[in-house]
């Protein structure tokens, strides 16, 4: 099935330490997005690309990067997790933009410790 | 300033009952809407749209009503089954924004027996 996969579901990170979140499709749509989800919020667009031009949101702190090596493949790097960076993490793609549904991985819960 | 806004955080409703969850935004350029459900621990899924030019927009059990110069829209379910107990969130974008979806925080709908 065609689908956007998330992994890991859960990531545990130490305060400072660099981690990595990965998402792939094999729906081969061209644009992805990372969204921050926290506990009772509305879910936040954090950045995305349109092939391989990368959107940054205003307002995302330098601290998120990400990259996409190729169509089916999109990381989210924290270079230094702090405590209020724990959250979901939801990965999702659509077809073209705008106005095209997207699709939502499973998400990644990330724990900073 | 949340532009997407869903005012009731929780809903329950009786099997073989109508669910009528609402959304209201702020921003006029909005111009497609969208729901989505989630359930725990897997990402929001896609459930129904509707683009500005219509003010209704129906699939199976499920209708989404547009009111423009309200700037509400509501989605019901009717019969309302215990497989529809999730969280819904409601989305827009606006056109020429590169596909930004403006989430609302959720509500969280209970389907009791």
């Known amino acids: 099935d065609a689908m956007v996969i998330q992994n890991p579901r859960y990531q545990v990170t130490q305060f400072g330490k660099p981690v990595t979140l990965s998402c792939s499709q094999t729906?081969?749509?061209?644009?992805m997005y990372w969204y921050q989800q926290k506990s009772s919020q509305a879910p936040k667009l954090l950045f995305h690309y349109y092939d391989k031009d990368f959107n940054n949101e205003a307002d995302t702190p330098d601290n998120f990067q990400s990259r996409r090596p190729n169509t089916s493949f999109c990381f989210l790097d924290i270079r230094s997790p702090g405590l209020g960076d724990a959250a979901m993490y939801l990965c999702?793609?659509?077809?073209?933009?705008?106005?095209?549904?997207?699709?939502f991985g499973p998400g990644t819960r990330l724990l900073v410790l | 300033d949340q532009q997407v806004k869903q005012n009731s955080p929780s809903l329950s409703v009786q099997e073989g009952r109508i669910s009528i969850l609402n959304c209201d935004y702020t921003n006029s350029m909005f111009d497609y809407f969208l729901w989505y459900k989630k359930y725990p621990a897997e990402g929001p899924t896609f459930l129904i749209s509707?683009?500005?030019?219509?003010d209704k927009n129906e699939d199976g059990r499920f209708t989404v009503f547009l009111n423009k110069s309200a700037k509400h829209l509501s989605l019901h379910i009717v019969p309302s089954q215990p497989g529809d107990s999730a969280v819904y969130f409601c989305a827009a974008s606006a056109t020429g924004t590169a596909s930004k979806l403006t989430f609302g925080t959720g509500t969280r709908l209970q389907v009791t027996l």
């Open positions: 509707i683009s500005s030019i219509k």
């Open positions: 729906l081969n749509h061209n644009v």
């Open positions: 999702a793609t659509s077809r073209e933009a705008p106005q095209e549904t997207q699709y």
